[in-house]
């Protein structure tokens, strides 16, 4: 039985065209050490789905991998609280390298509060 704090598959963006797609069409929103494109994603279940890039300029791979599981966390655990049926992008700059986990989550939280603002929570 899947857990509702999961991260499965399902809410993942996996291919590159699917970034693509999000990165060429999206809505853009910046927060701190983050950018956030968003775009719906017109699927039936009404599905909100994460992808992140972080790039090999914003440091070794051990601060790479902490930021991407610090952002899976916040989405995981938040993902009730976002709107539905949308494809998010989240793009690390360069000073996530040194963002702790308090900077992260208040980037995360004003991303959320702008989408709230763009796409109506059904």
């Given at each position: 039985m899947p857990s509702?704090?999961?991260?499965?598959?399902?809410?993942?963006?996996?291919?590159?065209?699917?970034?693509?797609?999000?990165?060429?069409?999206?809505h853009k929103i910046t927060a701190d050490?983050?950018?956030?494109?968003?775009l719906p994603n017109g699927r039936a279940d009404g599905v909100t789905r994460l992808g992140l890039t972080v790039s090999?300029?914003?440091?070794?791979?051990?601060?790479?991998?902490?930021?991407?599981r610090r952002l899976?966390?916040?989405?995981?655990v938040r993902k009730a609280t976002l709107p539905k049926g949308?494809?998010?992008v989240f793009i690390a700059r360069s000073s996530a390298a040194t963002a702790d986990f308090?900077?992260?989550?208040?980037a995360y939280e004003r991303c959320e509060r702008e989408l709230?603002?763009?796409f109506k929570a059904s």
């Open positions: 509702a704090f999961s991260f499965p598959k399902e809410v993942r963006l996996r291919r590159r065209s699917e970034f693509l797609r999000v990165q060429d069409k999206g050490c983050l950018l956030c494109l968003v090999t300029k914003v440091g070794p791979s051990v601060v790479r991998n902490r930021i991407r899976r966390e916040l989405f995981r949308l494809d998010m308090a900077r992260l989550s208040k709230e603002k763009k």
